[in-house]
Structure formats: structure tokens, C-alpha cells
């Protein structure tokens, strides 16, 4: 990431709102916009499938869901943030072997830390997991507020939107993505 070339470009938007760039607390904030912008946007230089070099032998057959994971992410169109939570669920593969369970959030993670649409988000989560664990299906919901919404343009705060992306198992068979949808949807209403 050249830091150098987004400090220029704050100056330049500090500047056109008529700022002045020697104000004390404006003076440094060229900079603290590149170092926030390098880590809001660490995924662009990080690869997901790294993160599944290792998996376990669990003899598992079952749905495995991981609900709940925060994320925040910017969005492409108005580089401001989008932030909500994500929810994962896949079934192993033949072989019963599972990733940690860290590695899902933390795929998560990848991908929210770039530049994005939340469509988009969603879609290469469950295909990380998908490429990288060969599972029966993988499902993959998220629920944001974006603040290009909420802000500005139509300005409706609480707005959520949801996206989701379904692979596999869970994309052919009604019965087997309702059941995660009840555990991703149930579990939160129970309050746990
Ligand atoms: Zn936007």
C-alpha cells in the first residue's frame, strides 16, 4: 500500500472541503488516514486459503455453524463503513475433517478488509471455505448496516440489509439449509 500516495490524496480532500492543513488537529490526520486505512483494508494483501493449511480429523458429518462473527468492512462506492455480523455454517466433506473454528471469523476477516459490496463479501467467504475444505455445503449470511445509508443518501439508521450465498448441500437441499438457517436464527433468539 503506498501510504505516501493516500496522505497526498487527504491533503487533497482536506483541502477541497476547506480545511486548513495546518489547523493542529487536521495537521497529522493525512497520516492517521493512511495508517487506519492500511489496517481497514489488510485483507487486500492477505490470502484466506493460507489459513486452512491445517485441519482436523473429527469424523464429522454435521452442520457446523459459527454465528454471530462481527465485521467491518468499507464499501466500494463510498468508501464509508459497513459493519454487522456474519454467520457460517458448512457440512464436511467425506472425509470428516474440519478446519478450526477461528479460521472461519478469521476468513471472515480476510475479506471484509478490503474494498467492498456486501453481495460480493458473502459470495468469496463461501467460496474460501468451499475451496479450501471441500464440504457437502457451505452457507454464509450476513447482516449489515451500511453507513452510505444511514448517514447520507437516504438516511435510514437501523436499516439491515442480508445477503446470503449458498454452496453445495445446502444450495440443492431445502430441508438441509433450513436446518442451518434454525440454528443460525434460533440459537440468537434464545439469547445465547
Ligand atoms: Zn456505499
Redesign the pocket.
Known sequence: MDTRRIEEGVRLILEGVGEDLTREGIVDTPKRVARAMGECLAGMRQDASELFEVSFDAACHDIVVVRDIPFFSL????L?P?FGSAHVAYIPGESGRVCGISKLARTVDVYAKRLQLQERLCSQVADAVDEALHPLGVLVVMEAE?L??TMRGVRKPGAVTTTSAVRGGFARNAATRAEAMKLIFDGRASGL
Not at 464499501?75 to 463510498?78: G, K, S
Open positions: 464499501c466500494e462506492h463510498h464509508l459497513f451500511h452510505c445509508m
